[in-house]
């Protein structure tokens, strides 16, 4: 349904009727269509953390190619659910989810910060949303850019965008 209409247009009953369930069996799990696309999104964002937590110690070394290559192959695992929030124009909830969960990963893997703090945390703001951006564009394209390419898209974009941040990455 998200597919189809804006999310705040979607009824519980409407809902409830497509997937042949009754209001009443909604209710017993879910508060409201709020309550019940958080968990979705919550669980879309577990699935965010899995891809970077299992690939962390290559962030950390700065392997960024190998990074992207294996996050990109692992959405690609997954874009039947990614889908769902990137066709949703209206849906930037998740996304500013996935960026702030992205900006403290940032922080946290790199070990001295180079330069000024404001102008770390701009250059870490301008490259989530060139990031984020340039993989939801290529999932709403049907993945038709190799996964190589686009890891190697995200190494570079890191590279160019935080060189002086990532002049000092734990190693």
Avoid at 54 to 81: C, I, P
Avoid at 121 to 134: A, E, H, I, N
């Amino acid at each position: 349904m998200i597919k189809e209409k804006r999310l705040t247009d979607i009824t519980v009953s409407e809902l409830a009727k497509r997937a042949s369930i009754t209001r009443k069996t909604f209710y017993n799990h879910y508060n409201s269509i709020e309550a019940m696309v958080n968990e979705v999104e919550e669980r879309v964002i577990g699935t965010v953390v899995a891809i970077l937590d299992t690939n962390q110690e290559l962030f950390r070394q700065g392997n960024m190619y190998e990074f992207f290559l294996r996050t990109a192959k692992s959405l690609q695992r997954h874009k039947d659910l990614w889908r769902l929030f990137s066709l949703e124009k209206e849906n930037y909830r998740i996304i500013e989810k996935i960026k702030s969960y992205l900006e403290r990963y940032i922080f946290v893997n790199i070990k001295n910060i180079a330069g000024e703090a404001e102008v770390t945390k701009f250059k870490v703001s301008v490259y989530l949303d060139s990031l984020v951006g340039m993989f939801l564009k290529w999932m709403d394209r049907s993945m038709r850019i190799p996964v190589e390419k686009i890891a190697e898209m995200a190494a570079g974009m890191t590279t160019f965008l935080l060189s002086e941040t990532y002049s000092r990455v734990n190693k």
